[in-house]
């Protein structure tokens, strides 16, 4: 009995790896329950009632409360890392993310990319790969879609350079291209329920929110956050795996921290249906005291009675003043750690 | 597009906001499932058979296993945060809490609170503030209520002393008034699943009881316990509120320690049917080891078969001796972090 | 009313109240739901498919995913600690552990252990205490057993020597005797979903597969992994209960992390059927940043259409180089802190 050491560990993809019109099925498919509900709200301050209360979500017109549209898009996410971003430098940026059908309690997801662009960089070590995710209900169901794009290492710094391909991607998702839930009806919406009067009308373009509250991070929160996921990528967990001894905090724990914070302001803001666009301007670590601010960016009619569509960018920041952004290099203020632009549904 | 600063944030409410008779509807319903019971048991060295097992509570006339009463208190507490307490200086009190019916995977509940009395203090500067507060499920049936009163600060100085309205609380909740859940039928108890041998008959008035254990409390259990009760007030959360760098614990989550660690020498006083007072005679911080000691008050017979009631004080410490409480000045010990007195069920 | 002090709270067994025969029935029966899914999911990197997806579970002939095998192995054990391990001294070893029935969203699981054997140590402070111990669901049917030994203080040290009785342990599970959830069936089995292309053909006896991932431990994570199975022994909790003020690791938070971990490289060993043995080389503590390997040590065939079993050595360590386990003295080496040998079935 000669030992052998195995080649089985999965050690990821790299640039050379990708080609465009390759079709990755990710693994390990999830049922959800009311566990991962129960959990999304301990771990987050979320309170947008339409994720909290069966009532309300059918008063709304929805047979019960959904998933969570962030945990959605963090399962899809997480199911994507073994086999996208294993070996990335970098997270670039976010695009075209739509819901296409709420998630719930008995579904199982599982998500699928496709390459939809590559570019090699100049230095010759690395290159940027896009893909389009979709998350896969049981009944084969697009739930969500979104375009991500990363930085990922060669291996075999020899391999040729692929032909550049650059997908044309929407800086901005046109409002008839959400996807609004079917039978959502927000004629009868309880604002004393939802937690606050605001009414879509009430909004104005360019209106900004500081959403007051902080939250200061834990090692073990972000831990429970990003594994419930599937998202098991080392440098959350492996605090030996930087010089300094701090985890890497995974930006969806950022996302999901900002959106819940922005409550005290948006709680009529119940439902994102797009996702336009996403930067991780800089990285979270435990010990930061996360705040968040919103600006008004666009509104739109729906033709759903009682919704209407609103822009939104939302920050996330650990020690940068609320409505400070970039510095005058163009830069992100090191205290900014996400810049997000998404789509909500708000009742008129 | 010019910005405009958004004036949407809640800021609370002030003493000078509280007219007695207002009637305050919380706001964000909350549907509960087996993920709200497996995180109080996570989080909660609970076990208490009936909130454990649907067998055991079958076999106690029940349809099944309720969520635990104090994880209902909580979801009803939580609601009342943002309208009652977010600039409460203190949380003065509690009386007349009882738990009407049992709560269950499945149900919804929401929280309103009625204002029963105000007075201003003699500084002007703030002023004392008593609700009655109801949980009501998706049946609009008042699963809980109790009474609480909180020092709220004056936003307007110049606000006139609205007339001194002190409500008659009992001091105690006679035995009588207290509800026993439909069903209750402890005459075929099962003492071994249950965990110790002592029925009610063997509590004396009088007796008190250490529970020997300790739990050393961390930041993100509390922190995931009190969103978990959508409670968001800011100071459980944000490190950088108090000039320590500690975040203030959530009173509920030394309650529901408490409560736990009782079931150790009180493993059969199963369900709370009523809150007669509390006292969270001192902040309770990370990085404290608590226990608990408990002392029967009284005892009473009911109507139900095979069921007993049990008056209990519950006191949490980290540092105090057992059986200590207050000083020759009458003043809780420092070492005190609780002292409550409530009603629960017992075999008989 | 006089104040009495009580004898009520558990003290634990010592080792003279322990006699082979005696059948002890655990306290605090437990149902379980999505939510010690959901939360064993987020506590470790678990990514077996079975275990996360209905869809796949039911591909493979199973009617839903069940509760994670070790989740099931953590509810019934943590039943018996406050009979058997309340004053152990150590955690001598697990043998012929096997997993009878898959446990589902719904079962309540109660447990109870035979004493098979005991023997004084020769120092008559102490002894050893062999027990069998069953988890059985609410239709009274086994859902798995295992044989433990532990060694526990004696409490009256003039207690006389028990006759000596040291049961017949198997050292491996003979295949035949592993019991496949009727039903099971991998002829059909996804492997993209699985997340490796590794047949059960493609492993070797004498492999050896490092699992490249590491977790650092946390004092909340490993506290609320404790308590969820409700294992409440004070050691895992009180941090006062050390001289060094830390808390010591629950032993099978270590080998859930560790079974968790080889999914990277074992991501097709889906379901654990056997438990050979077990020893807890060194003690766990938070900060630890804890990796896995494995080998192979056996396979065989199985009757069940599409499975082949596969015996695993799994090991857990921190600190300790991949592949090393014992030192030229025979010990376990310092960085080691676990040495498991199970039984898995795998797709052939």
Redesign the interface.
């Known amino acids: ?6 080649a ?3 050690s990821g993809r790299f640039f050379e790896d990708y080609a465009v019109g390759d079709v990755l ?1 990710h ?5 959800v ?7 999304y ?5 979320a ?1 947008h ?1 339409l994720y ?5 979500a059918r008063r709304s017109g929805l047979p ?2 959904p998933l969570d549209d962030l945990a959605a898009f963090h399962i899809v996410f997480g199911k994507t890392v ?1 086999d996208v971003s294993l070996n990335a430098v970098a997270n670039l940026g976010y695009a075209e993310g739509r819901w296409l059908l709420p998630v719930y ?2 579904d ?1 997801l ?1 998500s699928e990319s496709e390459v939809i662009g590559v570019k090699q960089n100049s230095n010759g070590k690395s290159g940027v790969v896009y893909v389009r995710t979709r998350g896969v209900n ?1 009944r084969e169901e697009t739930v969500m879609e979104y375009v991500r794009w990363v930085m990922v290492r060669k291996k075999d710094l020899e391999a040729p350079a692929p032909e550049t391909v650059i997908p044309a991607l929407k800086k901005v998702i046109p409002v008839e291209d959400l996807v609004i839930p079917e039978g959502l009806d927000f004629s009868g919406y309880d604002f ?5 009067p ?1 009414h879509w009308g ?15 991070i ?4 972000h ?3 990003t ?2 996921w ?1 998202n ?1 990528a ?1 440098v959350h ?5 930087r010089p300094d001894g701090s ?1 890497l905090i995974y930006g969806g724990h950022v996302i999901s921290m900002a959106r819940a914070l922005s ?5 009529n803001a119940q439902m994102i249906v797009g996702l336009n666009g996403g930067a991780h301007a800089n990285p979270c670590a435990s ?1 930061m ?1 996360v705040r968040a601010w919103s ?1 008004v960016l666009d509104k739109a009619e729906t033709s759903a009675p009682g919704v209407g569509a609103i822009r939104l960018r939302l920050v996330a920041a650990s020690g940068a003043e609320p ?1 400070t952004l970039k510095g005058e290099d163009g830069k992100y203020l090191p205290g900014v750690l996400l810049d997000l632009d998404y789509w909500a549904l708000m009742p008129v």
């Open positions: 009995m000669s030992k052998t050491r195995s089985k560990t999965n099925r693994a390990v498919p999830r049922t329950s009311g566990g991962e509900r129960a959990l709200h301990a771990l987050y301050p309170r009632a909290s209360s069966d009532e309300f019960k409360s073994p309690e008995g199982t599982r049981q004393d329920q939802a937690g606050e605001h009430d909004y104005a373009v360019g209106e900004t929110i500081d959403h007051v509250d902080g939250v200061t834990e090692e073990a929160e831990m429970i956050a594994r419930l599937q098991t080392k967990f492996d605090a030996t795996a985890r409550f005290n302001g948006l709680a010990g005291t600006e409505f």
